[in-house]
């Protein structure tokens, strides 16, 4: 089976564009998390989505977004780039909303120059 | 505020035993993952512990003491391959709806 697929693997953009990230969790699970991670830090929890419904949201500003389709897959969509949005944006999905055990994908690389 | 302490490196030899402790205060306290992430790479869910005591997982055991806010993560019979960054992670909402990571352990084994 297909683990969790985040697309694209990298990307650069100019501060003040627009960016949409694609995940697809893997077959059956229900949950997709986002999360931020910056060099030498832990994840930094953005969003959750349940049954296409979300769940929470982390502390984040308003240029953050997403949803997440029928099929489960997921969109996060981060308007006005900064500097500070590069990082790597990891995709994670799990059976459940229970976030204890989350499977992840390999990130999408965001570079804003 | 939330917060989540683990040493910021440890370091080991092949065939050694390491324990890496994370202590946390949060708003809520439903359960405390592990997370394996090597370089490059996306993390990978090791264990969960949502009740007290020791989850045995082959070479990895998590350990968890809510009374004490306190867990550990110990890895025997090290490898090269176990060279990684761990991190510990509370899920603080029942709903499962937010999951704080701490900044990681750098772990190093040698030969």
């Known amino acids: 089976d297909a683990g969790v697929t985040q697309s694209p693997t990298h990307l650069i953009k100019t501060r003040g564009q627009h960016v949409t990230l694609r995940c697809s969790p893997i077959?059956?699970?229900?949950?997709v998390s986002w999360y931020q991670q910056v060099l030498g830090q832990g994840p930094q929890f953005i969003f959750q989505?349940?049954?296409?419904?979300?769940?929470g949201r982390g502390n984040f500003p308003d240029r953050f977004s997403a949803r997440q389709f029928p099929n489960y897959s997921s969109e996060l969509n981060v308007n006005a780039l900064l500097l500070g949005d590069s990082a790597l944006y990891l995709c994670?999905?799990?059976?459940?909303?229970?976030?204890?055990?989350?499977?992840f994908g390999p990130g999408t690389r965001l570079t804003v120059t | 505020g939330q917060s989540l302490e683990q040493p910021s490196e440890v370091t080991a030899v092949e065939g050694a035993i390491v324990q890496i402790n994370c202590t946390y205060q949060?708003?809520?306290?439903?359960?405390l993952s592990w997370y394996q992430q090597h370089d490059g790479g996306a993390p990978t869910f090791l264990s969960y512990?949502?009740?007290?005591g020791l989850e045995e997982t082959g070479r990895f055991s998590s350990f968890l003491s809510r009374s004490d806010s306190y867990g550990y993560l110990l890895l025997q019979e090290l490898q090269m391959k176990d060279s990684a960054s761990y991190f510990c992670?509370?899920?603080?909402?029942?709903?499962?709806?937010?999951?704080?990571f701490g900044k990681g352990t750098t772990l190093s084994v040698s030969s």
């Open positions: 949060t708003s809520g306290f439903y359960g």
């Open positions: 512990n949502a009740l007290d």
């Open positions: 077959s059956g699970h229900k949950s």
């Open positions: 989505y349940y049954e296409k419904e979300e769940r």
């Open positions: 992670a509370v899920r603080v909402n029942q709903a499962g709806t937010a999951l704080i």
């Open positions: 994670a999905s799990s059976l459940t909303g229970e976030m204890g055990e989350q499977y």
